[in-house]
C-alpha cells in the first residue's frame, strides 16, 4: 500500500472520528443544559422540603458542574485534534497545502547574500521550506531552514539520513506531534520562553520564603481557633499575625518585579511546548541524532514534560490571584508573594535547560517535516554520499515542487568533466535545470531524499547566481550583482572548500565582447581547481562554441525548442551539444514587433 492509500485510509478514519466527537460533543452539551435546568428546581426542591441539606445540594452541583466541564472540555479537545489530524492526511491525498503554524514569511529570515537560498527560492513564499515545513515552533522553522541552507560535511549528511529514515514510517509520531503543535496557538512563541528563560531569576533572602509560609499558617492556625472560640487573646494574635503578614508583604513588593509576571506571558507558549514534549515521553531512538536529542529531553532521570508540568501549574497558580475569591482571601496568606516566590524557585533550578529543551523540539520538528516529505515521496532516492570527489551524478533528476508533469534530466559532473555549458531558447528549461540542482543539493545536506532515480555526490559547498538583479535602493546593477556572487565563488574555491557553482545566463549584464572574455575566463579558473563543478548557463553562441571546441573537460549541452502552427513547444530535455538556434525573433514577432524578412546583422 502506497502513502496516498494510507494517508486516504487514515484521512477517513480521522474523518470519522471527528463526526463521532462532535456528536458527541453536542449532545453533552445540550445534556448539561438540561441538566442545568434540573438541577435548579431540584435545589428549589432540596431547599423547600430539607432545607438543612441546601448548602450539601449546592456543594454537590458545584462538583457535578467542574466535573461536566472537565469532560465537556475533554470532547472539545478530541474533536479538535481529529479535525486537525484530517488537515495532515489531506495533502498527499487531495494535493492541498498543509496550513502550519509557523509557515509565515516573516519567521524566517535568510540574508540577501547568502550563497544560493534565495536563487533556488529556499525561503520564498510557497518555496521548499515552506513546502517541507510541518513545524509549529519558531525553532523548528529555523532549524529546517538552516540544515537547508548551510552545507553539512559527508558524515553529518549521512547520520541526518539516518534519522529520516528511521522516522520515515512513524506515522503516528509525526501526526500526534503535528496534531498538539496546532491545537491552541498561532505558533509557539520560543523567542519569549527563551528571553525569559535567559534574565536573572529574583534573589530574596532565603528565610523570607520560610517566614511567608509559617506565618501563612500560623494565619490559618489561629484564624480556625478563633472561629472555634474567640478570645479576645486569640484576637489579638490573629491581628498581631496580619499585622506581621503586612510587613512581609511589603517587604516582599521589591520581588513581585516584572520577571515575576511576564511568566503569565509565557504560560499558554511552555503549556503547547510540554504536549510536544510529551509526544516523544517513553520514544526509544536508534539513530544517533535523534538518541542525542532524545537524552536532551531527559536530563538526571527526569523528563522535561514533568519539569514543564510543574511550571505550568505554578503559573495557573499566579493567575489565580486575579480570581475574585483569591482576591478576597489570597492577601491574608500571602497567596501572590508565595506563589511569585515558587515561579523564582523553578527558574533557578530549571530554566537554564528550557532553551536546550526547545532547540531539541525544534530539531525534532525538522526531522519530522523532511521525514514526512520521504514517506510521501517513496520513488525519491537518498543521495550517496561518497567522500572522494568533487562529483555530482544524477540519473533521472527532476525539480520536486513541479508537478508530476515534470521532465527529469541527467546530470553528470565529476573531476574528469567538472564544467557544463548549458544553452537553448529563452523558457525552454536552462533556469529550472541550475534550480533543480541547487535544491537538490539542498535537500542533500538536510538528509532528505532528492528527486531522481539515484543521485551521488560528494560534499560540497554551493554557489549560485540565479536570480540577480539590479537594485534601485542599494544602487547595485545587475552586472554589480552577479560580480558579487562571482567574488563569492573566487573566495569558495580559493579557500579551499570543495564547490558546485550554478550561474544562469553567464555574465548577461555587459556586452557581448566582455560576456565571453568573463565567461571563458571563469570558466578556465574552474577547470584549474580540482574540487569545483560548475554548471552554466549561457545564450552567447561564442561562449558555447568556445566550449564545443576549447577544453575537452568542458561539456556542451542544449535545451531545444521547436516552431509549429503559430506557437512554441520545448521538450525540457537536456541535449548533448551546443545549441543551434534561439527563439527570441519568433517571440518578437509573437510580442507584435514588425520583424522584416531581411534581419539586421551585428557585422554590418
Not at 569558495?492 to 571563458?520: C, K, M, Q
Request: glycine share 6%.
Amino acid at each position: 500500500m502506497g502513502p496516498v492509500e494510507i494517508c486516504k485510509q487514515r484521512l477517513e478514519s480521522r474523518h470519522s472520528e471527528y463526526r463521532h466527537w462532535k456528536q458527541r460533543h453536542r449532545w453533552f452539551g445540550n445534556a448539561r443544559l438540561a441538566a442545568a435546568g434540573l438541577s435548579l428546581l431540584g435545589l428549589w426542591w432540596v431547599e423547600s422540603t430539607f432545607p438543612s441539606l441546601t448548602w450539601w445540594a449546592v456543594g454537590l452541583l458545584v462538583v457535578a458542574f467542574l466535573a461536566s466541564s472537565k469532560v465537556f472540555s475533554r470532547l472539545e479537545d478530541l474533536r479538535r485534534s481529529a479535525g486537525i489530524a484530517m488537515m495532515f492526511y489531506a495533502t498527499p491525498v487531495m494535493g492541498e497545502k498543509r496550513k502550519t503554524a509557523s509557515s509565515q514569511s516573516d519567521a524566517l529570515t535568510l540574508p540577501e547574500e547568502h550563497p544560493y537560498a534565495r536563487d533556488v527560492d529556499l525561503a520564498e513564499d510557497g518555496g521548499l521550506i515552506d513546502f517541507l515545513n510541518l513545524g509549529s515552533t519558531q525553532d523548528g522553522l529555523l532549524i529546517l531552514s538552516n540544515m537547508l541552507a548551510k552545507p553539512a560535511s559527508r558524515e553529518e549528511i549521512i547520520e541526518r539520513q539516518a534519522a529520516v529514515k528511521e522516522l520515515k514510517s512513524q506515522l503516528d509520531l509525526r501526526e500526534r506531534l503535528f496534531v498538539e503543535g496546532s491545537k491552541k496557538l498561532p505558533y509557539i512563541r520560543t523567542d519569549l520562553l527563551k528571553s525569559w528563560a535567559e534574565k536573572q531569576p529574583v534573589a530574596a533572602p532565603k528565610w523570607f520564603p520560610a517566614s511567608c509560609f509559617a506565618l501563612s499558617v500560623a494565619f490559618v492556625v489561629q484564624a480556625v481557633l478563633v472561629a472555634l472560640g474567640p478570645t479576645p487573646a486569640g484576637l489579638l494574635a490573629l491581628v498581631g499575625i496580619l499585622l506581621a503578614e503586612l510587613v512581609l508583604w511589603k517587604f516582599g513588593q521589591r520581588y513581585l518585579t516584572m520577571q515575576v509576571v511576564t511568566s503569565e506571558g509565557i504560560h499558554h507558549d511552555c503549556n503547547e511546548l510540554r504536549s510536544l514534549v510529551k509526544v516523544l515521553d517513553g520514544q526509544e531512538f536508534h539513530s544517533r541524532n535523534l538518541r542525542e536529542l532524545s537524552n536532551d529531553l531527559r536530563r538526571d532521570g527526569r523528563r522535561a514534560s514533568q519539569l514543564l508540568r510543574g511550571f505550568c501549574r505554578l503559573v495557573s497558580l499566579f493567575e489565580q490571584r486575579h480570581n475574585q475569591i483569591v482576591g478576597m482571601f489570597g492577601p491574608l496568606v500571602l497567596y501572590q508573594t508565595q506563589a511569585a516566590l515558587a515561579l523564582e524557585r523553578w527558574r533557578v533550578a530549571h530554566a537554564h535547560q528550557l532553551p536546550q529543551w526547545i532547540d531539541a523540539i525544534g530539531a525534532f520538528e525538522a526531522y519530522s517535516s523532511i521525514s514526512c516529505f520521504a514517506f510521501e515521496h517513496p520513488l525519491y532516492s537518498f543521495p550517496s554520499v561518497v567522500e572522494e570527489g568533487p562529483v555530482l551524478k544524477a540519473e533521472g533528476l527532476a525539480h520536486p515542487l513541479l508537478g508530476e508533469e515534470a521532465v527529469a534530466n541527467d546530470v553528470d559532473l565529476d573531476r574528469g568533466h567538472p564544467v557544463l555549458v548549458v544553452s537553448g531558447a529563452n523558457m525552454a528549461g536552462k533556469s529550472t535545470l541550475l534550480r533543480t540542482i541547487g535544491t537538490s543539493v539542498a535537500l542533500t545536506y538536510a538528509g532528505a531524499p532528492v528527486r531522481a532515480l539515484s543521485m551521488t555526490i560528494s560534499a560540497m559547498d554551493v554557489v549560485a547566481s540565479i536570480r540577480v538583479k539590479d537594485s534601485l535602493q542599494r544602487g547595485e546593477s545587475r552586472f554589480a550583482a552577479e560580480l558579487n556572487r562571482i567574488r563569492l565563488v573566487l573566495e569558495s574555491i580559493r579557500s579551499g572548500h570543495p564547490t558546485l557553482v550554478l550561474i544562469d545566463e553567464l555574465f548577461a549584464g555587459t556586452n557581448s565582447y566582455d560576456r565571453y572574455a568573463g565567461a571563458v575566463v571563469l570558466a578556465e579558473f574552474l577547470l584549474g581547481s580540482d574540487s569545483s563543478l560548475a554548471v552554466l548557463s549561457t545564450h552567447d553562441r561564442n561562449v558555447t562554441r568556445w566550449a564545443e571546441e576549447g577544453p575537452a573537460r568542458v561539456t556542451n549541452a542544449h535545451f531545444r525548442d521547436v516552431f509549429s502552427d503559430g506557437e512554441m513547444h520545448f521538450d525540457y530535455r537536456l541535449h548533448q551539444g551546443p545549441a543551434m538556434r534561439g527563439n527570441a525573433i519568433e517571440l518578437m514577432k509573437q510580442a507584435g514587433m514588425p520583424m522584416p524578412e531581411t534581419l539586421p546583422s551585428p557585422e554590418a
